[in-house]
């Protein structure tokens, strides 16, 4: 549904983050976490002919990847 040129960004938390307990047990806030392949694979039912760029970038402190796919 995106336009031509347009970008869809999907955010995940990564799998890797050290404070999940924390955030777990005392901010009663369960996320689904999931490594790099994992958020890549989000685009995997999208037809490859209609993406123009795919790539993969994380936060400033790593706890969050992102997804950018950009539409041809």
Do not use: C
């Not at 040129?5 to 924390?22: A, D, K, M, Q, V």
């Not at 996320?31 to 999208?46: G, V």
């Amino acid at each position: 549904m995106t336009a031509p040129g347009g970008r869809l960004i999907i955010p995940n938390f990564l799998s890797s983050i050290w404070e999940t307990p924390y955030l777990e047990a005392f901010m009663d806030w369960p996320l689904i976490y999931r490594t790099q392949s994992e958020i890549e694979e989000f685009a995997s039912d999208i037809d490859p002919t209609g993406i123009d760029e795919q790539r993969f970038s994380t936060d400033a402190t790593g706890h969050i990847g992102y997804l950018t796919v950009t539409k041809r």
